[in-house]
């Protein structure tokens, strides 16, 4: 690094010598104030080549996984380049939704029903074209979870399956009851603690496609409800492997991190709006239930929850929810490979909550830490819109588990 110090100075200087005895600006009437511009911009570039730039790490409880990860998947072990203009946290969560393309997908919908008599809306990409796996019965299939608000027109999602169609594979996105357009049949929404919607998808999909291997992943929210299942379930699941991306693994620490001024201002209150706006659209039949002026009169997540989604669930108090919803406390019990990719700056997962621990005593679980990307950013590249870090990580994974999944046997 001291020679790259030492080579940015000497560029710097020999370019500013030059220009200002060569070329005639009109900037602040000479070439001082390019002279100024070259020098920001070579400490820029030092302090982003030295300081933001970083090779992830890579925590697992075994040395199987581990070995298979790097073999198979190089993404894993690649030194991470965020977008030098907005590598921040905050910055890259904001903007990702704005400037990552949007791929057409077009979906076959399908309802399922509930055992309390609701109903939930699954998209299926069914890849019919599939040059790889031509025969139906036999070709793979990704179960996909969006996010707190989600649905399968999630830009991340539309890009997950982008990477599932080049690779011969069917998706099919779980959208959350009441999310994506349909009535609510039932006074019940979601929570990240509930599992039992998500056990009933699996169930029809495995008994639709029985001969299809089947693998799942989750964003955000939709991964914790999928960690949370896998930590229920153990080995009794007919899922061959997971990847969860972004998931708050601590929703006491998320929440208080969430609940700072400037989290509160750009995050907290938006999302706290959408969550009542959806409670909203399904008022004449949650009103039978609960107070929803009350609910709607909520200012963070966490008053939301307390007056809504803890008392749906029959929790007697909401940090009892909370502590239900958090993964990191069960982490131990997952008994199928999993991936888990988040950012050290997720303002919505505060790196130091992170499970390390428990996945060092896992060896079914891999964390994959990168020190920027924020809450599903990830961008990388000068103008990202086709493609994440993350999609590249989900594309690899998904990949080896379907054509190299035996070599994790018995992990």
């Known amino acids: 690094m001291i020679a790259l110090d030492f080579n940015l100075n000497v560029l710097t200087r020999d370019l500013s010598l030059y220009l200002e005895n060569h070329v005639k600006v009109a900037f602040f009437g000479s070439g001082v104030g390019l002279s100024l511009i070259l020098g920001f911009s070579a400490a820029y570039t030092c302090y982003y080549l030295s300081s933001v730039v970083k090779k992830p790490q890579l925590v697992t409880g075994g040395e199987k996984f581990c070995h298979f990860l790097k073999e198979h998947c190089p993404v894993v072990s690649e030194t991470y380049y965020p977008t030098f203009w907005c590598w921040e946290g905050r910055i890259q969560t904001l903007i990702r939704p704005f400037i990552t393309a949007k791929p057409w997908v077009e979906y076959r919908n399908e309802f399922i029903k509930t ?178 002026d009350h609910v709607m009169k909520a200012k963070t997540m966490r008053e939301f929850d307390e007056r809504f989604t803890s008392i749906m669930f029959g929790y007697a108090t909401n940090k009892e929810y909370y502590k239900a919803a958090s993964p990191c406390h069960k982490l131990k019990s997952v008994q199928i490979p999993v991936l888990c990719l988040n950012a050290m700056d997720d303002v919505f997962s505060p790196g130091h909550a992170f499970p390390v621990e428990a996945a060092k005593q896992n060896p079914n679980v891999a964390l994959l830490l990168t020190s920027h990307g924020g809450h599903i950013g990830f961008l990388e590249g000068i103008w990202p819109r086709h493609s994440t870090y993350m999609d590249r990580v989900f594309k690899q994974f998904m990949q080896t588990v379907i054509e190299q999944g035996s070599e994790l046997e018995n992990l």
């Open 115 to 292: 055992a309390d008599g609701g109903q939930i809306s699954l998209d299926w990409f069914d890849n019919d074209d599939s040059v790889y796996y031509p025969d139906t019965a036999s070709r793979p299939t990704i179960l996909l979870l969006p996010g707190l608000t989600g649905t399968s027109r999630e830009s991340y999602i539309l890009h997950m399956i982008q990477q599932s169609d080049a690779l011969g594979y069917r998706c099919v996105v779980f959208n959350n009851r009441g999310v994506s357009g349909e009535r609510l049949l039932t006074p019940r929404t979601y929570c990240a603690a509930n599992t039992e919607d998500l056990e009933t998808v699996i169930d029809h999909i495995q008994s639709t496609h029985s001969a299809a291997p089947l693998l799942a992943a989750g964003v955000s929210m939709g991964g914790m409800i999928l960690a949370n299942y896998l930590c229920q379930k153990g080995r009794e699941t007919s899922l061959r492997a997971a990847a969860v991306f972004s998931a708050a693994w601590d929703v006491f620490e998320s929440t208080a991190s969430l609940e700072k001024p400037l989290n509160r201002f750009l995050f907290n209150s938006y999302l706290t709006s959408c969550l009542q706006a959806s409670v909203n659209r399904h008022r004449q039949i949650l009103e039978k239930l609960f107070d929803i």
